[in-house]
């Protein structure tokens, strides 16, 4: 069991986001790279992006830059450096889901779209950047949830007042 955490600690030791073994022994506290600029870090407004991919391996999503998200990190736990996800300048609120067949995909908010990427089954190699109009109904976002498939993923967005669903087939 491992778990995933944000904090605003006041050096860039303590502040960015960490991750931790907890059972069966409970392991060291592990920093996200690049998951906060010095002290400064862009705490998450909903739960930390992080999952465990079918077929080996613990990624983390994440902002990298401060004090806006310059781009969406997508980090397998170990690894020196995280990925950057192309096209995701200016996301906010950001999402990780797997399929069974060990596909990641990614989803992101940014002001007034929704921003969509999912790898191969290996869990590498980025597929392109898919966007997504929500509802004339929502035209303000501020969180979103993902489930994923082998082809597609199903997206919930909140506006702040209702839940919209769409489903993201593979291109």
């Not at 969180?143 to 994923?148: F, L, N, V």
Request: aromatic share 8%.
């Amino acid at each position: 069991m491992w778990v995933a955490f944000a904090a605003n600690g006041s050096s860039s030791s303590t502040a960015g986001l960490f991750v931790k073994r907890l059972l069966p022994t409970v392991g060291a506290t592990t920093k996200v790279p690049r998951s906060s600029e010095g002290s400064d870090t862009l705490t998450p407004s909903q739960s930390t992006a992080f999952v465990a991919r079918p077929g080996g391996g613990l990624y983390v999503a994440s902002c990298i830059g401060y004090p806006t998200c310059t781009k969406v990190g997508l980090w397998r736990v170990g690894a020196d450096h995280p990925v950057t996800v192309p096209g995701s300048g200016g996301a906010r609120d950001i999402a990780l889901a797997t399929g069974p067949g060990g596909r990641l995909w990614i989803a992101w908010t940014t002001y007034h779209a929704v921003k969509v990427v999912h790898t191969g089954p290996t869990g590498a190699h980025l597929s392109r950047v898919r966007t997504v109009r929500p509802p004339r109904a929502a035209p303000d976002l501020y969180g979103i949830s993902i489930a994923g498939t082998n082809r597609s993923v199903d997206v919930v967005i909140n506006n702040g007042s209702a839940l919209y669903h769409r489903r993201i087939g593979l291109r």
